[in-house]
């Protein structure tokens, strides 16, 4: 039931975004009625909203032609180029608006503003310094936090027995996240930047989720034809409340190579080396001490600017201290994005192998682990002035993100332990930061 209210809610609410643009104007109306200001402006502003910036331009540019002496139109087409960055055609409305005696003083007030900005955004470019950082919040619903097992029970020294009947299966976990990125142009093509970030998590009724995280990474990105290579080495300190911790550290690399505009390509691959802390709680701890070596292979085609087909096949190889805690996980990625004028849209499936290399004896002494895992999400993200427009003057740089998930876990397992099924539903909202600005 809580699964079948959940997809009706996200449903809903991507129904409900849908028939906000359902009087929206079409390009049949406009090529009907080329003349017509208030169609033509509301054409451009959809447009606008959508990030088809270029078909903004052509509909301003038309009527500007059509009304040389609508000076809003000129202002209208400056923002948007602003929006492009386009330095130049910028320079070229201000010096036509300011040789204009149409323009009012409220338009040539506007314009000094402009040209200030630009000048002062010109002076910031020169550095070669950049910084980041962002702030967010999430809060997690999860209908099996204790990953309790389809059949409520489980092997124990090959004796099956019952979950006991206090175990938290529904269940909230709170996160508070920031991060801070540091970084310096190399020169036109190359930039190394350091990153720091810090995540807390707490369960509402128990502690089986509750972590803090420390983690950093260090990273150097290369711009070199077609191909975009970054390699980078990480850490990360997890600290598992009432339970073991441990240490992470490694290095990988990826690169990226753009075909065309349609067709681009990637690899990666990674190495990471797992530490536990060993104490007097947790005596055996450094058993899941493990090596891991991952790799990766992914394929992106743009079926349009706002939509896009996604693939990825990936290797990973753990090599634990103990051979029942090393495995070798392979899988399949597919997933479809669409950037729409609420958000980007992400829809992704993720089938996953997973194969022991030993038996546990302390589960059961005779049956292999083998895991078929399905993961399937639904995710909504963007800025949340293009959901929720009367917050426009509360965020005026357009630096508050929200983000609503959907996730079905189903693992299908030899061991009856690890047969689990599971829904989390996500909501969280982040503020980014530029200190560039």
């Not at 009304?67 to 602003?82: A, D, G, Q, R, V």
């Not at 970054?230 to 990988?252: E, H, T, V, W």
């Not at 992914?298 to 290797?315: E, G, H, P, R, V």
Request: proline letters at 1%; charged letters at 25%; a positive charge.
């Amino acid at each position: 039931m809580r699964k079948i209210i959940r997809v009706t809610i996200i449903i809903f609410f991507f129904f409900f975004i849908s028939n906000l643009k359902a009087e929206e104007v079409t390009f049949m109306q406009i090529l009907e009625n080329p003349t017509d200001l208030e169609l033509n402006l509301k054409y451009a502003k959809q447009q606008e909203i959508a990030g088809n910036y270029k078909s903004t331009i052509h509909t301003l540019e038309r009527l500007n032609t059509l009304y040389p002496s609508n000076t809003e139109i000129k202002i209208y087409l400056l923002s948007i180029m602003l929006k492009m960055d386009s330095e130049i055609q910028v320079q070229l409305i201000i010096e036509k608006m300011l040789n204009d005696p149409n323009t009012t003083d409220e338009a040539k007030e506007y314009i000094n503003k402009v040209m200030s900005e630009m000048y002062a955004k010109k002076n910031k470019e020169k550095s070669d310094w950049f910084t980041y950082a962002s702030i967010g919040y999430s809060q997690t619903e999860n209908s099996n936090i204790e990953s309790v097992s389809r059949s409520s029970s489980m092997w124990v020294e090959d004796t099956r027995l019952n979950f006991a009947a206090d175990s938290i299966k529904y269940d909230k976990t709170y996160s508070r996240n920031g991060s801070f990125t540091l970084g310096k142009k190399i020169d036109k093509t190359s930039a190394v930047s350091l990153n720091i970030g810090l995540d807390l998590i707490t369960q509402n009724k128990g502690n089986t989720s509750q972590s803090d995280l420390i983690s950093g990474s260090l990273s150097y990105s290369k711009n070199l034809d077609k191909h975009f290579l970054l390699p980078y080495i990480f850490y990360s300190r997890p600290n598992n409340r009432n339970q073991k911790d441990s240490n992470a550290r490694g290095l990988g690399f990826s690169n990226s190579y753009f075909f065309n505009k349609k067709n681009n390509f990637s690899y990666g691959a990674s190495f990471s080396n797992n530490v536990y802390d060993q104490t007097n709680t947790f005596t055996t701890a450094k058993k899941n001490s493990s090596d891991t070596y991952a790799a990766n292979i992914a394929y992106n085609y743009n079926l349009t600017s706002n939509d896009k087909l996604s693939s990825k096949i990936f290797f990973n190889d753990v090599n634990a201290n103990a051979d029942y805690n090393s495995y070798d996980t392979y899988g399949l990625t597919l997933g479809y994005s669409k950037y729409t004028s609420f958000g980007l849209l992400k829809l992704e499936t993720t089938y996953k192998q997973k194969k022991h290399k030993e038996k546990d004896t302390f589960i059961n002494s005779t049956i292999d682990r083998e895991d078929q895992e399905i993961n399937g999400q639904i995710l909504l993200t963007g800025q949340i002035n293009k959901v929720l427009p009367f917050l426009k003057n509360l965020d005026k740089n357009n630096s508050i993100f929200y983000t609503l998930k959907y996730q079905f876990i189903d693992i299908d397992s030899t061991l009856i332990n690890n047969t689990v099924e599971k829904e989390l539903f996500t909501y969280g909202i982040t503020k980014k930061i530029n200190f560039n600005d």
